[in-house]
């Protein structure tokens, strides 16, 4: 019943901005938390910010602090990842993910290439 779907990846240069989206079905969007996790070429699959159920918490990994915002609009059941000061090393396809009666859930993913 679970669905994730991400959205709003693509290219660009260093130092610009996007904002990927998950739209999520399924459940009670509004009660839990939801994260974002990244997997870049070759590499595993980490966690990159997580966001409480109302908003009012959240925890960032620590190479994307002060560049990404999450955030979601439970009216909508969406979450987000603000993307700013993009750099090449966040070249990777970022996942939406929910921990849901002791079983984790995945969208599709979404690329995001930051390059020049």
């Known amino acids: 019943q679970v669905q994730l779907v991400e959205s709003g990846g693509g290219l660009v240069q260093p130092g610009g901005s996007l904002r990927v989206s998950c739209a999520a079905s399924g459940f009670t969007f509004s009660l839990y938390s939801m994260s974002w996790y990244r997997q870049a070429p070759g590499k595993e699959r980490r966690l990159v910010a997580s966001?409480?159920?109302?908003?009012?918490?959240?925890i960032f990994l620590d190479s994307v602090k002060g560049r990404f915002t999450i955030s979601r609009d439970n009216a909508k059941n969406t979450m987000y990842l603000q993307m700013n000061s993009l750099k090449p090393e966040d070249t990777a396809v970022y996942y939406c993910?929910?921990?849901?009666?002791?079983?984790?859930?995945w969208g599709q993913g979404t690329q995001v290439t930051v390059s020049s």
């Open positions: 993910h929910i921990f849901y009666h002791s079983q984790g859930y």
């Open positions: 966001i409480t159920p109302a908003g009012a918490s959240t």
